[in-house]
């Protein structure tokens, strides 16, 4: 998160120059990724089988933001960047500072599933329209602040590379010139929360915004998102709506606008049916030797293979996308693994406090990682013949 | 969008087309026609509900809960529109053979191990999702090799139909490796999907198989292995060479949401992704002039003016628990029987029509399938129960001379263990921890547990390997379903289907050879030991399905036994003559110009290919065929008037 905190120490401004905007969108893999184990945390803490709704609900979500940290993947190769994710700097401790926001906000913790999960949630997802106005205000106030000005930035610094190239002779005519075998496409990863695609000019890296800001926020003033518009897909209500909708217990009817509550149907939200989690958790709270302290260990070394397998991904493996789902699995398996575990300390277990993934990565989990990864690719094999020998 | 409607509703109604069944022929045929703009009425026997989310999550769940994962295990029995179950079978030890209860009636020497589902989406609910393309000479073995029956269209005929059967069923496959086989005709094709990637263990198979080669001795003839791998329904990464690209369809009732094939490996019954294909995605496209009716349950054709027929009977019920259902009748220009081939020919029968031939319900077919297993070396870890049921297969028993002496088969490499054969992996935790006890009650003493167990487990499982060799049954008029509404009717009132079955000689010495061929693939393989055992057991039981067979006199005795593919097929097979089958190359019968009989039914032969692409191929010629019937309906008449000069 070390790149999102310093640009939102800077103040919201449009990026400069195209080493700037890669910045900013180095900041954007970030952002997206700091909801991921937020959300995942409120997911896993359901008991399995229970809660249905509120889960797929929220799983949809997740897919979601692993597809905008593609997209934004794709933004910053298209721009000639290098996407960085699989170092401990990538990863936000939790509770987290909200970036491009109020810092008056509340830190974004991890929390089970509870009223006040969906709170947090809605808080992260929050549209632009429900943010309340300070007179004379000149801060950061929303994630969606932060996307508006990449989007003026992808649209002027791609007009004034136009402009050197014609006027001044400079190489290139656009700022699009990064590797097009870098782009991670449908063939990749698809078909969950709208479809990936590869992003080589203003037109597509646009759309790239657009998609990632819609689905969050909802379009334009209204509960929905774009995806009908932009995949031919079933209206789905936005991430803040998706949410407000278990929190109230009732989903959205027909004519429901959103500064209304959830008028439709009831759903099925037991909020007893979740492990209850002390969010602030770190590895060392777990006894050592013991064997949660292990698990917890285990988890977060899986979780760095899994950032280290995108890397590869997001700079000219696209394929190994392929090999990162399985470990996408594995996360949720460790994670009700531990969250079946009674806190370690007898007194937070009275309370009914279950031990949890904490998130918690360091150096020598990538180094372990890269090795792995490697391998994996090394061993790597397609059904094609020629490409394979024993 | 899908528009549903009720018996009640269209009690009396006249429509286009009248399409009794909602599986992988009647969608195609409804979406086909209803996207012509014809107004088309479905009637599904069963359930629906797997429709909507909530409902697939809900049979995902009742998989997850059955004890014993056969099949039909994701679905609730319906008393009103009943179906059969492996289970319903039972062996017996004196003499040996089997009993059977539930749906089926079975007469024969042999019992007919296969069952289906009548439920919204039909068997394809179950099925593996595999579509491999049968052969050009599968379509002519009459011809070629002097047994079975020949098909009235060619191989290049349907190919046309083969492609967009692969394409709205939406296959992945490697067309190139296909083509190589000789059942693509077309070297630059190309599948909409790549193909699902092989398991681990079909590495170690390519490994140590490719290029060895085994001689089949009661053929005559020495095969050159090669592990193929196997097209399939089912989402993988998108073939960027496919002409015009190709998005894969996501799950039915949610929105934004799909997954390729993940490996959760229980494709049969049921898919949590939805990364198998399913009849209920082309629902999705239904046009607003296709209605379906679910819980409506055809006992009858009703007979027109001179040879046509009027439209339907049926029966519509409210609970499934119960048979109790109301008589309702609708009434179409054609009617299409589009159920599974053993309930068109109950229907059939039941409505005596199209049967100048006598041919209904005769010729019944099935993949007698024989299983082998064995255990790889300690050291030699195959990784199974991960990934779809199999993903490649053995492709050279399939064609060839050594048809002329021995059914035909072909071998699929199992990626799930002994699952098959012998209930694994939870018969091996049975097993170990000494479950059932001894003869005189007491605990087993080898019985393990805890650590010991899990490595055990871990060692033992990951190296079981399983052939599933699923045989050629040729069309035998002898293999029949009937009926006898005195005696045997279900709770509704309607017939049961009576079956008789056996193997005949050419399909037991393909049985045969199959096991001697499956030995010697396994010492190729270099396995620990061959496990497979089909003879009595300790109790002195034989499977079901167990013979004794000899291929040649005074030669070797084999215990064998089969098991039902899932295929069945036969019972109203298609052929030019009106005198030696019940429909023409359209699957229109022969009797009546109105009345089409589509699906596994109207199949001359099957091959040794699942045969669901085949017959989707034919329902999309029957649907372009139905088209044009239609519109000639619909032309004015010129009468010539007197005065007409």
Redesign the interface.
């Known amino acids: 998160m070390i790149t999102a905190y310093a640009l939102t120490r800077s103040g919201p401004k449009p990026p400069a120059d195209v080493e700037e905007l890669r910045t900013y969108l180095q900041a954007a893999l970030e952002v997206e990724h700091l909801t991921i184990p937020v959300y995942m945390t409120g997911m896993y803490t359901i008991k399995p089988?229970t809660n249905?709704y509120a889960h797929?609900a929220i799983r949809?979500v997740v897919?979601e933001e692993m597809l905008h940290l593609t997209l934004a993947a794709n933004l910053l190769n298209a721009v000639g960047g290098t996407p960085n994710v699989d170092n401990p700097r990538f990863v936000a401790g939790y509770p987290a500072q909200l970036p491009f926001s109020d810092p008056s906000l509340p830190k974004i913790p991890l929390q089970h599933f509870s009223p006040q999960a969906l709170d947090t949630f809605m808080l992260i997802e929050r549209p632009r329209s429900f943010v309340p106005s300070k007179p004379g205000q000149t801060g950061w106030t929303s994630i969606g602040q932060f996307y508006d000005l990449i989007r003026q930035g992808l649209i002027d610094l791609e007009e004034q590379q136009r402009r050197d190239h014609r006027d001044r002779g400079a190489a290139s005519p656009t700022i699009f010139t990064g590797p097009p075998e870098r782009q991670v496409g449908?063939?990749?990863f698809?078909?969950?929360?709208?479809?990936v695609f590869a992003v080589t000019d203003l037109k597509s890296a646009l759309l790239a915004v657009e998609v990632i800001s819609d689905q969050g926020e909802g379009v334009a003033d209204t509960i929905w998102d774009s995806?009908d518009t932009l995949?031919g897909?079933?209206?789905?209500v936005a991430h803040y709506f998706r949410f407000k909708e278990i929190r109230v217990g009732r989903r959205y009817g027909r004519h429901d606008l959103p500064r209304t509550e959830p008028s439709g149907p009831l759903i099925d939200v037991t909020w007893d049916d979740a492990y209850p989690i002390d969010g602030a958790a770190k590895v060392r709270d777990y006894p050592e030797g013991s064997q949660v302290r292990r698990q917890a260990q285990h988890f977060n070394q899986r979780y760095a293979y899994l950032l280290t397998l995108l890397q590869l991904a997001f700079t000219g493996h696209p394929g190994v996308m392929?090999d990162a789902?399985?470990v996408m699995?594995e996360m949720r398996d460790l994670s009700e693994r531990l969250y079946r575990n009674p806190y370690p300390d007898p007194h937070l277990a009275e309370l009914d406090l279950h031990a949890g993934p904490t998130f918690e990565l360091v150096e020598e989990y990538f180094d372990a990682a890269h090795t792995e990864a490697a391998e994996t690719i090394r061993a790597r094999?397609?059904?094609t013949?020629e490409e394979?020998t024993? | 969008m899908t528009v549903t409607t009720t018996g009640s509703a269209v009690n009396g109604r006249r429509y286009d087309v009248i399409i009794v069944g909602s599986g992988w022929a009647g969608s195609l045929v409804a979406r086909h026609l209803g996207k012509q703009g014809w107004q088309v009425l479905v009637l599904e026997a069963g359930n629906g509900g797997t429709d909507t989310w909530a409902g697939y999550q809900d049979t995902v769940d009742t998989f997850s809960g059955a004890v014993i994962k056969v099949p039909n295990a994701a679905y609730r029995r319906n008393a009103a529109a009943p179906f059969p179950d492996v289970l319903d079978l039972s062996p017996t030890a004196d003499p040996p053979g089997y009993t059977t209860t539930g749906h089926f009636v079975q007469t024969g020497p042999l019992p007919y191990g296969t069952d289906y589902i009548r439920a919204l989406g039909g068997a394809a609910m179950h099925w593996l999702g595999a579509v491999p393309r049968m052969h050009p000479e599968d379509y002519a073995t009459r011809d070629r090799y002097r047994y079975g029956r020949n098909w009235p269209v060619s191989a290049a005929e349907l190919e046309r139909h083969v492609r967009e059967a692969e394409l709205l069923i939406g296959s992945a496959g490697d067309a190139t490796a296909q083509w190589g086989l000789g059942v693509v005709p077309d070297p630059d094709y190309e599948y909409p999907m790549e193909e699902i990637p092989w398991s681990h263990q079909d590495w170690i198979f390519q490994d140590r198989l490719d290029g060895k080669t085994v001689r089949d001795a009661l053929a005559g003839v020495d095969y050159a292995l090669k592990v193929y791998g196997l097209p399939q329904g089912r989402n993988s990464t998108p073939n960027p060479l496919f002409d015009g690209g190709y998005r894969p369809r996501g799950t039915v009732g949610r929105p934004n949401f799909g997954e390729r094939c993940v490996g959760n490996s229980s494709c049969t019954p049921i898919c949590p992704v939805q990364a198998k294909s399913s009849p209920l995605r082309l629902q999705q496209d239904f046009t607003d002039s296709v209605h379906l009716a679910t819980r409506c349950v055809v006992s009858r054709v009703l007979p027109g003016r001179g040879n046509t027929v009027r439209g339907v009977e049926f029966r519509e019920y409210g609970d499934p628990a119960t048979p109790v259902s109301t008589p309702y009748t609708a009434e179409a220009d054609i009617v299409v029987l589009a159920a599974h081939a053993i309930e068109n020919a109950v229907l059939l029968l039941a409505s005596e029509m199209a049967n100048s031939s006598g041919y209904v319900g005769c010729h019944l077919m099935d993949h007698p399938t024989m299983l082998a297993w064995a255990r790889m070396p300690q050291g030699v870890p195959v990784g199974p129960f991960r990934g779809p049921g199999h993903t490649t297969g053995l492709e050279c028993f399939r064609f060839g001379d050594g048809r002329g002496k021995r059914a035909p088969f072909r071998i699929e490499i199992g990626n799930w263990g002994w699952g098959w054969a012998t209930g694994a992996p939870l018969s091996n935790v049975g097993a170990m921890l000494g479950l059932g006890g001894d003869a005189k009650g007491e605990i087993k003493k080898e019985g393990v547990f805890g650590p010991e167990l899990r490595n055990r487990l871990g060692d033992e499982i990951n190296r079981q390997v399983q052939l599933q060799i699923a045989v050629e049954q040729h069309a035998d008029p002898a293999n029949r379903v009937t009926i006898d509404p005195r005696r045997h009717r279900d709770g509704v009132g309607n017939p049961k289907p009576i079956l008789h079955y056996d193997l005949d000689k050419r399909v037991r010495d393909g049985v045969f050879a199959a096991r001697k061929v499956s030995q010697k693939i396994f010492a190729a393989l270099g396995v620990e030991k061959d496990f497979t055992h089909h003879g009595p057991g300790p109790d002195g039981v034989a499977p079901v399905g167990y013979f004794k067979h000899q291929a040649e006199p005074g030669g070797e005795a084999l215990d064998l036994a089969y098991h039902g593919a899932g295929h069945g097929a036969g019972t109203h097979i298609m052929g030019s003559s009106a005198g030696s089958s019940v429909v023409d190359s359209y699957q229109r019968t022969h009797d009546h110009p109105n009345l089409f009989a589509v699906g596994c039914g109207s199949m001359p032969s099957i091959g040794t290919s699942n045969p669901t692409l085949t017959m989707a191929a034919l329902a999309l010629r029957s649907a372009e065929k139905i088209h044009r019937d239609l519109a000639e309906l619909h032309q004015p008449v010129t009468l010539a008037t007197e005065g007409t000069r």
């Open positions: 089988g249905r797929d949809s897919l449908p063939e990749d698809y078909n969950s929360g709208g479809e995806d995949f897909e079933e209206r789905q392929g789902v399985p699995l094999r397609t059904a013949t394979y024993p």
